[in-house]
């Protein structure tokens, strides 16, 4: 049966060894030395103004000019949105008032309805068209009376 040992206990001779090891110098070492002549080439590069690394960025540097091109055409579509929407949305709407179920007032059944007894839609229609109208005269008297609010502001 093999003995059993512990770490703590182990003080023998094979424990220390005399006989020296040989330790090299390191990575961090050779970075270092490598990145002193690529330090002081890079520092001598950026003094200089007209170096070939800062005229081939120069050669391909035009993107600005493409890039305000581009600002500028969205900048007149977004302009020529807005004046579009404006325009479509201040024009006067039509005169019918739209319903969403006209045929409401036809649904009821035909049978035991005796004749002449029907409604007659001619005066509904008429209120409908002047709560539509009166509306819509609310409606550009209130735009009427901002844009004389915004005009005494300017002025």
Not at 8 to 29: D, L, R, Y
Not at 44 to 59: A, G, H, M, Y
Not at 112 to 125: T, Y
Request: hydrophobic share 35%; net charge positive.
């Amino acid at each position: 049966m093999a003995r059993r040992r512990f770490a703590s206990t182990e003080h023998g001779e094979a424990a220390h060894s005399s006989v020296p090891k040989n330790e090299s110098i390191g990575k961090p070492f050779y970075i270092a030395l490598t990145l002193l002549p690529l330090t002081f080439l890079v520092y001598k590069l950026s003094i200089d103004q007209e170096n070939p690394v800062t005229k081939l960025i120069r050669k391909y540097s035009d993107y600005r000019d493409r890039w305000t091109e581009r600002n500028a055409l969205h900048t007149r579509m977004t302009e020529q949105a807005a004046f579009d929407r404006n325009l479509f949305q201040s024009s006067p709407g039509g005169k019918v008032v739209e319903l969403r179920f006209p045929e409401i007032f036809n649904t009821g059944a035909p049978w035991n309805v005796s004749a002449g007894h029907q409604a007659n839609l001619g005066e509904l229609i008429a209120h409908y068209e002047k709560q539509n109208r009166d509306e819509e005269a609310r409606k550009v008297a209130a735009l009427e009376s901002r844009e004389g609010a915004a005009r005494e502001g300017k002025t």
